[in-house]
């Protein structure tokens, strides 16, 4: 696969990718990822790019919904509005003290979290995992854009930082889910079989909960 950025005079950066595998052309807008084209081998840049201009008025409308939902699910943080985790309330002074000129950013804010989720988050596993008697190997945290969690064929764990700014319930089914992994390495339905025994018999209903989540989210910082 070959990829290609393109800046568009009104619609900004996308990426164009070149795929032998790709039969038609496929148009993604992404809240994170941005705007990308895929087309079939042989089709050139120039038609990628005729094709989004083509599409330029759902695009834009799409990028504005996007932007409507974020704002929605933004987390607001002032002086009377602390940044809320599991692990307690993280008050507005230390959000400062963490910032290197002394005004939040979105940088301090992460580094806060990833602190917390660093000695909240590999204890949970432990605890969760001898609950249910499952032997994960290592257990990471990380700053993931777009998944919650993710388990390796080795049986290492990775945990998105941003788990701790769920409910305790949602962190630990995202926990349990990839401690599943551990014994079906798929999707399949003894997977969700004995995920389901786990959590009580409301995988579905906490999967609902969780889809109402992100684990990028925009932090709106009043001073």
Request: charged share 25%; hydrophobic share 40%; aromatic share 6%.
């Amino acid at each position: 696969m070959m990829s290609k950025t393109y800046i568009h005079p009104r619609l900004g950066e996308l990426i164009i990718r070149k795929s032998r595998l790709s039969k038609r052309v496929r148009l993604a807008v992404h809240p994170i990822n941005g705007i990308s084209v895929t087309v079939p081998w042989l089709v050139s840049y120039s038609r990628a790019i005729a094709f989004v201009e083509e599409k330029e008025e759902w695009i834009a409308a799409t990028l504005l919904k996007q932007s409507k939902k974020r704002n929605e699910k933004a987390v607001r943080i002032a002086p009377d509005q602390p940044l809320k985790l599991i692990t307690g309330e993280i008050p507005y002074d230390r959000l400062k003290r963490a910032s290197a000129d002394g005004i939040i950013s979105e940088e301090a804010i992460v580094k806060i979290i990833r602190s917390e989720a660093k000695k909240y988050l590999p204890q949970r596993v432990e605890v969760l995992a001898a609950k249910y008697g499952f032997k994960p190997g290592k257990v990471t945290v990380r700053n993931n854009r777009t998944n919650w969690g993710c388990c390796s064929k080795a049986g290492n764990i990775s945990l998105n930082i941003h788990l701790m700014r769920l409910t305790p319930e949602l962190a630990d089914f995202v926990i349990v889910h990839e401690l599943c992994h551990l014994i079906h390495k798929n999707h399949g339905p003894q997977f969700h079989a004995l995920l389901n025994s786990l959590c009580n018999g409301r995988e579905k209903e906490l999967n609902i909960m969780l889809k109402q989540q992100r684990p990028q989210v925009l932090f709106v910082i009043s001073f």
